[in-house]
Each structure stands twice: as structure tokens, then as C-alpha cells.
């Protein structure tokens, strides 16, 4: 019987106290908002309060900040090119000739990089073109080297392979070149650049695709097995 009446007065004290607490919620929640100023204003005046500018989204927002070029001694010819976005990895061709038929019979086993073009590690434009087909059964994969390239975005990264070093460079224009207009490429430009075009045949203008981007970041390469 004792602890059954001290059961019955545990559980009135509590309901007594929590119809106190609730009767006085405002209270508690003045005392808080006042604290939480004081606490507030206390950290402004010495200056440890976290930037806004420095939060977690605007990390994620913030432009990319490219990592300085790093010059290499002397020029290099591209081995290889390799496109994550759109699981592109070829071996490049170096031919020292502008002969037509030499340059397009080159052509047949994959990505050329055209002779009076840049080299890698200079100032200038390194241009590489490559084949590119759609149709659903091609023998030679040759014809499929560039493949997708019109489907890059602004950023995209390209990685060439030189002879000791590796160039990335970042996307800047994806365009649709038309037979019926100008459609040559610059070899002379500001900066390091490359371009990379779809090509039926040196010797003839045809609608291409062109892609055009510039080095961001030289690495030295580590591994030197092609």
C-alpha cells in the first residue's frame, strides 16, 4: 500500500512540474534567445564567428583554380591522348610530312597530329585530327578514334602524353564546323592550346567537329611504358 501512494505522488509531482515548465515555456525561451545573443555578439567582437564566405557550399560553387604551368625544357611530341568523359584512350601519330596521302593512310591506324602544329610544352597549337564514325559495324577501329568528342562540355579534362611529361588541358569550346564556311584552324595562337577535329581526309573539306582547350597543368610522367 506504502508504494503504491508513493507510485500516486511521484507521478502527480511530475505532472505538477510539467504543467509548470509548460505554463513557463515562454520564459525559457526568452532565456534563450537572450543567451544565444550575448553568445552571438560576444564572438563578433573577437573576431571568431565563421566566414560566410568560406561554408561548404561555396567551396563546392567556387571556380576551379588551375594549378600553374609548369614549362618543360624541351618541346615534346604527343604519344597519346586519353578523354575520361567520354572513355577516349589513343595512341597519337607523329608523321613529318604534309603529303596528303601520306597524312591520311596515317590516319588509318588512329589520331594524327598534324606536322607544322605545336608541339607539346611551347606556346602554340598543337592539333591532332582523327576519324569518327557512327556506323553500327565498322572493321577497322580506326574510323571510331574520335568517336564523341562532340559530346564534351566546357572543363572537360584531356590528358596527352609526352615523351617525359603529361599535359592536361581543360575544354573550352565544343563547335560544328560546316563544309560550307571557313573552317581552317589557327596555328598560331595566345598561350598553349589544343585542338582536337574529326577529319575524313586531309585532302578535302568536310563537316568536322572541333574541339579547342587550353593547358592547365604539366606533370612529369612516371611511369614511362607506353
Known amino acids: 500500500m506504502t508504494t503504491n501512494s508513493t507510485s500516486v505522488q511521484t507521478a502527480v509531482k511530475l505532472v505538477t512540474a510539467s504543467h509548470k515548465a509548460y505554463t513557463q515555456k515562454w520564459a525559457f525561451l526568452g532565456l534563450f534567445v537572450f543567451v544565444l545573443f550575448i553568445s552571438t555578439s560576444a564572438a563578433a567582437i573577437f573576431d571568431v564567428l565563421p566566414d560566410p564566405a568560406k561554408t561548404v557550399a561555396d567551396e563546392t560553387s567556387a571556380p576551379l583554380v588551375l594549378a600553374p604551368v609548369t614549362a618543360v625544357a624541351t618541346p615534346e611530341l604527343p604519344t597519346k591522348?586519353?578523354?575520361?568523359?567520354?572513355?577516349?584512350?589513343?595512341?597519337?601519330?607523329?608523321?613529318?610530312?604534309?603529303d596528303?596521302?601520306?597524312?591520311?593512310?596515317?590516319?588509318?591506324?588512329?589520331?594524327?597530329?598534324y606536322p607544322t602544329s605545336a608541339e607539346l610544352?611551347?606556346?602554340?597549337?598543337?592539333?591532332?585530327?582523327?576519324?569518327?564514325?557512327?556506323?553500327?559495324?565498322?572493321?577497322?577501329q580506326a574510323f571510331k578514334a574520335f568517336d564523341g568528342i562532340q559530346k564534351l562540355k566546357q572543363g572537360d579534362r584531356i590528358t596527352v602524353?609526352?615523351?617525359?611529361?603529361v599535359f592536361v588541358y581543360s575544354v573550352e569550346t565544343v563547335e560544328k564546323k560546316s563544309a560550307a564556311t571557313d573552317d581552317s584552324i589557327p596555328l598560331s595562337v595566345e598561350g598553349s592550346?589544343?585542338?582536337?577535329?574529326?577529319?575524313?581526309?586531309?585532302?578535302?573539306?568536310s563537316d568536322r567537329f572541333v574541339v579547342?582547350?587550353?593547358?592547365?597543368e604539366t606533370d612529369v610522367l612516371v611511369n614511362t611504358v607506353q
Open 161 to 165: 602524353t609526352g615523351a617525359t611529361h
Open 100 to 113: 596528303v596521302q601520306l597524312l591520311d593512310n596515317a590516319l588509318l591506324a588512329g589520331p594524327v597530329r
Open 121 to 140: 610544352g611551347v606556346n602554340g597549337n598543337v592539333i591532332i585530327f582523327g576519324h569518327s564514325s557512327y556506323l553500327p559495324i565498322v572493321n577497322n
Open 212 to 216: 579547342t582547350a587550353t593547358l592547365v
Open 193 to 205: 592550346k589544343l585542338t582536337l577535329a574529326t577529319c575524313n581526309s586531309f585532302g578535302t573539306h
Open 81 to 98: 591522348i586519353e578523354i575520361p568523359a567520354i572513355s577516349l584512350s589513343q595512341k597519337i601519330a607523329n608523321p613529318n610530312t604534309t
